[in-house]
Structures are given as C-alpha cells and as structure tokens.
C-alpha cells in the first residue's frame, strides 16, 4: 500500500508498489490529465509536480513517492486559475492539447523555483510539442511571470532595452513545427 498526497487530497493505493504513477494517476484515481506519450520520460506528455519538481509520471514508479506531494493539471488551480493557465489563454497557446498538461505544470514548476526564467532556463524545458507552440508559449511565460512578480520587466524574455548578442539557438524540444524543415513552398 502506498500513501502520497494527490491535489492536496491523501491517497492510498493498493497497487503494486512498481506500478508507474502516470497509470495509478489516470487508471486508478481517474486523473487523466497526464498523457501516455513515450514511456520513457523523454517527451513530457506525461509530466506531473512532485515535491515542486517537474517530473515524468511514466518512468516514476508509485513505491518510490511514499509520502510524497504529486499535483496534477487537474488540481494546479481552481477554475484554471494560475498565471500560467491564464497567460495560456490570453496567448491563445492551445493546438491539439496533447502535450499542453505537461508543458503547463514543467511552467509552473519553473516559475514557483523562478518567478523571472532566463532563455536558458525556458530553453531547458525537455517537453515536445509537435504542434509548434514553442512561440505561443514563450510569450505566456513572459505573461504568466511579469503577473507572479508585478509587472516586472523581463528584459531578457522580451528582448526589450536587453543588449545586443548573439541569438541563442532555441531547444529543438520545445520546437516551433515538427521538423526543421520548411512546411510550406509555393511552386
């Protein structure tokens, strides 16, 4: 038997202690947020926050969380009220909503351990995206942090007043289409 706490509820279950989070998550207490997508933590469909860190539900098995604090997309915010669901709309992230559970809760993980992420530090996001939200999505950060610290600048993120460097190469992770090829030419 294992206890953690669930969206701040306590939750025992009576599974196999190697059985993986992502299906005790979404087979056995019937929180579907978190996405089945590669089984091996590399694509982020299926990321939930435990104890504040962002993590791979599919590759976290639920014997090692005893005790633990797991929050789900289902429980992040009443009503989809935290920042990074409000700038999600405000933005107009939204494509297929796949991966978008995972990429929302790697964000709000970010900004609770940095309210003010540097490039480098949104570029470290290992979530795929085959939708090509990165842009979108870069921008709900930006809004998502100035509404955590009141409006502050964020010289870095919005490249506003920053000085002039060299551009750094964006994560191919958190990509911007599904390959780095052209999708569209006129013949």
Request: aromatic letters at 4%; one cysteine or more.
């Amino acid at each position: 038997m294992t206890r953690m706490t669930i969206n701040g509820e306590a939750v025992r279950f009576t599974l196999d202690p190697t059985t993986p989070l992502l299906w005790a998550l979404r087979d056995a207490a019937n929180l579907t947020g978190a996405k089945y997508g590669c089984d091996s933590g590399e694509c982020g469909a299926c990321t939930v926050i435990v104890d504040e860190r962002a993590v791979p539900s599919c590759t976290m098995s639920i014997g090692e969380l005893e005790g633990a604090d797991v929050i789900t997309i289902e429980g992040l915010a009443p009503n989809r009220a935290h920042p990074i669901q409000q700038a999600w709309a405000a933005e107009q992230v939204s494509q297929c909503g796949y991966c978008e559970p995972g990429v929302i809760l790697s964000i709000a993980a970010m900004l609770k351990a940095n309210p003010r992420p540097s490039e480098a530090e949104i570029g470290a996001l290992t979530n795929i995206c085959r939708c090509g939200i990165g842009p979108r999505a870069r921008k709900a950060i930006v809004r998502a942090s100035m509404a955590l610290t009141g409006g502050d600048s964020l010289r870095v993120l919005t490249r506003q007043n920053a000085p002039s460097r060299p551009e750094t190469e964006e994560s191919k992770r958190f990509s911007t289409g599904s390959s780095g090829e052209e999708q569209f030419r006129s013949q």
